[in-house]
């Protein structure tokens, strides 16, 4: 298959136009013609209110579970902070648990990736963020695709990630950033990617980010816009949008469900920049089409 | 002098209710009563538009000579990011600059921290702090008293700082995050205090700071608000204000102009805690009252 999205090159290469489009089809869906327009131009949507509170409070207890359970330790699903034992990210989550599995089928959710991706959609990867109070670290602007793709073997970006708060998303507690417009715009990274880089690259990426000169241009022409709201609020972005978040020093521990969700026409291939692919714990390789699930506690 | 805020402690002592007031007089100045009150109750008032635009550029320009300037350079009151050659701070800007001289001077400036000290004022310390955008770091949590107490010798909290922002301040680029009452809750630190401590704590503070429950505590007790806003703008803040900044991954670095402005009845004596007092570009000891400068570019 010949790569239209060229990355961890030996040398430096200019930034490219994305040649597939944002929004892929005509499929209909909870979005208006106006969030669609919106999500399209700026790469992103935050609705407010996704989750009730006790909906919210499902999930909470769902996380406190997955932290104690030996089978999701010994999977190797838990990725702990750098700088101490406290969890950072806990993957599979709708494969570990009935109720993120629910969560990611509920329609107000799955319609709406439906309709960005224009088709049939399964789960790529999910994971638990909890980015602790006092030590939580962030992460480094980057374009998720750009790792999916080389990594992954995803051919475009006709993939989509919701972050949906768990805690408070204040501006000042390591909330998610992001470039609007820039997931317009391919970034080849320079390096090889190393054996096994997940190992590392989950705690502190290295290899797949782009130059300070690219992220200071992008900055500048896009801008920056900040993913807060209340618990329950949801972020919907494109899988090629530039984002990143700081470090919290604050006591408020900043905790999201993330699940991304890719068309079932965008299946899986060799990773196109890595001598295999990554666990199925971070990279599913079941295309199978996910139901709805309506009647449950997310309904 | 019997030490009524007792510090560097051998082993951790409870937190006290802070002995002296917020607001030490009845001096008239351009606060209203109900800002006074605010300022009393928060510890800090935030003024958009302090200075104009055409203000602020003077700022910068000063900014980039002093960067620049071999005898600045020479004296020590150049500090570094701990993680490469970019500038964090500029010390004692206020003896090195005509132009950031009239500013402290000037009476929209002068005249607030003398109706907030009720009395003359001098200035402690003054800086220009550039957290340049993706390498800059933050501070971590902690009270100014407290250091100015123990390494300078200040008795009382009876100073104050304006930060004035020379960049735009974002939620998102490092902005100064305070919790708002918690300036009436002195923190006893623990740790002796190492010789010559400020070569690395004005990189990166170890001594003087609370530990991580203490913050927990005053951070829920409190909450948490940001300063924010355009260049120009200013925070005014007690000196015993819970503090602190997260890193800037952004493009957009955040330059402010600190003034630290002490009473002339709570000069300077022996530190509280360390063998000697720390260079004058950091303390100033000459407690001359500070004259109003009115026909200025500030003016």
Redesign the interface.
Known sequence: MHDRYPTRLHEAAPMMRRPDPVVWGSVDGPFTADEIHDYSAKGFHIEDGLLTPAQVQECWTEFDRLTGDPDVEASGAVVRESNGDAVRSIFAVHRHSPVIDALARTPRILDRARQILGSEVYIHQSRINAMP??VGT?F??HSDFETWHAEDGLPTPRALSVSIALTDN???N??L?LMPGAHRTFVPCVGRTPDDNFRESLQRQRVGVPD?DT??EL??EHG?E?F?GAAGSALFFDSNSMH?????????SRANVFLVFNSVHNAPTAPFAAARHRPTYIADLDTTPLTPLPHTVFA
């Open positions: 109070g006092m962030g480094g602007w204040f501006a000042f390591g909330g950033m300070d992220v200071f900055g500048y920056i900040q807060t990143g978040s700081s470090n919290n020093i604050t006591p408020y």
